[in-house]
C-alpha cells in the first residue's frame, strides 16, 4: 500500500501560510490565521463522508435533502499544537467526539514520549481525524497513530499545515493506511529536527512561549 498524501493548495490556505511563515506575525494573528486554515483543510479533508437523504419541506415543496449519515467524527489533537487546528474543525463538525494524545518531542532523540492519553470509548466505530501543523520527524504522529490503532481505531487519516519529506517518509513506512492532508511539504529537517523553511516552533509560535 502506499501513503496516499493530499497537498491543499488553495491559494488561500498558501496566502494564509506565507502569513504565519513569517517571524514578525505576533501569536495572536498566528492563532487565528491557524483557525481560518483549519476549516479550509476540514472541507477537503472530510470531502468523502457519507451522506443519506431525508425528506423535508422547503417553504416552496417537498424534498430529498443530503444530510450527514453514519457514525459521529472524532477528531484527536496531538497536544499541545494540535489544538490549534481542533478548534476551527470543531466550530464546523460541532456534533464531533474529542479525543486528545500528550506527546513531547524528547530533545536529544527527538523521540516521542506519551504523557496523556483520553479517546472516546468507541473510536472503533468512528472515522478518526488526527491533527497536528507539524509532521516533522513522523515521530510524534507515528506513535499516535500506532496509539489510536491499539485503541481500536481502523479509519484514521492525518491533518498537519506543514510536512517533512522525512515525516512522510515515516509515515509510509509505518502506517501506510492512513492518508495524510497537508498544506505544504517544505524542504528538510534541520539538525535540531525543526522544518525548513517552515515556521518555526508552531507550539511557542501559538502560544508566545519563546
Ligand atoms: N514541530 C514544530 O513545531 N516545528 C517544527 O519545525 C518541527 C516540529
Do not use: W
Not at 425528506?55 to 489533537?77: D, H, N, R, W, Y
Not at 485503541?151 to 493506511?177: K, M, N, T, W, Y
Amino acid at each position: 500500500m502506499t501513503q496516499h498524501v493530499t497537498v491543499i493548495d488553495h491559494p488561500l490556505v498558501l496566502h494564509k501560510l506565507s502569513l504565519m511563515r513569517d517571524k514578525e506575525t505576533p501569536s495572536a494573528v498566528f492563532r487565528k490565521l491557524l483557525n481560518e486554515i483549519s476549516l479550509l483543510l476540514a472541507y477537503e479533508v472530510l470531502r468523502d463522508l457519507p451522506l443519506e437523504t431525508r425528506t423535508i419541506e422547503t417553504p416552496i415543496t417537498e424534498m430529498q435533502a443530503p444530510f450527514l449519515s453514519g457514525k459521529k467524527l472524532c477528531f484527536v489533537s496531538i497536544l499541545r499544537a494540535g489544538n490549534g487546528l481542533l478548534a476551527g474543525m470543531m466550530d464546523l463538525v460541532p456534533s464531533a467526539r474529542v479525543g486528545h494524545i500528550g506527546l513531547y518531542r524528547d530533545p536529544s532523540t527527538l523521540a516521542a514520549v506519551e504523557y496523556y492519553l483520553k479517546l472516546p470509548d468507541d473510536i472503533e466505530h468512528r472515522p478518526v481525524v488526527l491533527v497536528d501543523p507539524m509532521l516533522a520527524t513522523g515521530n510524534s504522529v507515528s506513535a499516535a497513530i500506532s496509539r489510536l490503532k491499539q485503541a481500536g481505531a481502523r479509519d484514521i487519516r492525518f491533518v498537519c499545515l506543514l510536512a517533512a519529506p522525512e515525516g512522510i517518509a515515516q509515515l509510509r513506512e509505518g502506517h501506510p493506511d492512513v492518508p495524510v492532508f497537508t498544506a505544504a511539504i517544505d524542504s528538510h529537517l534541520n539538525d535540531h529536527g525543526y522544518i525548513v523553511p517552515g515556521l518555526g516552533d508552531a507550539g511557542d509560535r501559538m502560544f508566545g512561549t519563546k
